[in-house]
């Protein structure tokens, strides 16, 4: 769940140690995400660094058998090696205010992109959490299919009160971008309460110079332990454009979702997860003139430029994108494509 305010990620932090049990030291980064770009920008990098300020290793995925056999060459073997069960942990799982797996989940048809939202100004908690992927074709032409997710954040322990008025949403601002429909309500739900997120597909017509849109939704958070139910109408502003710290969207079938996992937390096979995205390297071209130059893309992506710059312009427009996305296809599930 991607939180909105620095206090909100110092409570994810709390919430995590608890679950996983953890005694040692935690970084937490700043809200607009500076250690992680700074480092790269993966999901799930690790990195060992010397007592000088070094860093010695760097892998773009956390490899837990790989790092010991590097600690071993950077500070030798060890007779017993620490085991998780020796370390004792006491991990808290903290119980769900209501019941969840009641409400149907639905996902793009197609694979999509995480976007940018951005909450406006609120007196009242951001209790739900909006979730806006938007399909490929979407990024790329401006037209297409839109996900639009509200998910309650864990860390305020709320439910859904199926007693009152359900979820109710609307887009209430929208220069040059069209959406249908406009508007939508939760389902109705036989159980009083649960935690399932509403979710909403919708058609999206949008210009190619389209501003954000802003969409206001009306909700009741409730909780039973500190014994409230309030209503709340809070807005968000969603721009058409990838969030490079969204993750990976939802898949057809419940297959992957914001945390691009795969069912058991496995990383998906062939490197990162989502792999090489043409709509994703099409989004830096920021001059919007169909191609994206050196300049444009970020620097961990600047060394794909010789392997698809096939005209040698210094750029990359979106015929030499999808070739390059055809060669990945083509390549071994076991390789990574670079990103």
């Not at 390059?324 to 083509?330: E, G, K, L, S």
């Amino acid at each position: 769940m991607t939180p909105f305010t620095l206090k909100e990620r110092l409570l994810h932090v709390q919430e995590a140690k608890k679950t996983l049990g953890a005694t040692v030291p935690w970084l937490c980064d700043t809200i607009d995400n500076d250690l992680k770009h700074a480092l790269g920008d993966r999901p799930n990098s690790e990195f060992v660094i010397d007592p000088d300020g070094k860093i010695v290793v760097m892998r773009d995925w956390s490899n837990p058998s790989t790092l010991r056999s590097d600690l071993e060459k950077l500070v030798g073997a060890v007779d017993n090696p620490t085991q998780v069960s020796d370390l004792h942990l006491k991990i808290e799982t903290t119980p769900k205010p209501a019941a969840s797996g009641i409400v149907k989940r639905v996902s793009l048809p197609n694979q999509g992109q995480p976007l940018l939202v951005e909450p406006q100004e609120s007196k009242t908690p951001y209790y739900v959490k909006l979730r806006a992927e938007a399909d490929n074709d979407l990024l790329r032409s401006g037209k297409g299919k839109l996900y639009l997710g509200f998910h309650l954040d864990p860390i305020y322990h709320v439910h859904w009160n199926n007693l009152a008025k359900p979820l109710t949403w609307e887009v209430t601002s929208a220069e040059a971008v069209s959406v249908t429909p406009a508007k939508g309500t939760g389902p109705k739900i036989d159980a009083e309460s649960d935690i399932d997120p509403r979710e909403f597909i919708v058609d999206v017509v949008a210009d190619r110079d389209a501003g954000p849109f802003e969409v206001t939704v009306k909700y009741f958070a409730c909780n039973d332990e500190q014994g409230f139910c309030i209503p709340v109408t809070q807005t968000y502003s969603v721009t058409l454009k990838q969030d490079r710290d969204g993750g990976q969207a939802r898949r057809s079938g419940g297959g992957r979702g914001p945390g691009g996992r795969a069912p058991g937390g496995r990383r998906p096979p062939g490197g990162a997860p989502g792999g090489f995205s043409v709509a994703r390297l099409m989004s830096y071209d920021k001059n919007k003139d169909g191609k994206v130059s050196r300049d444009e893309m970020p620097r961990q992506m600047t060394r794909m430029l010789d392997r698809a710059d096939s005209n040698n312009d210094d750029a990359i427009d979106e015929k030499e994108a999808e070739a390059m996305a055809t060669r990945f296809r083509q390549r071994s599930p076991q390789q990574r494509p670079p990103r």
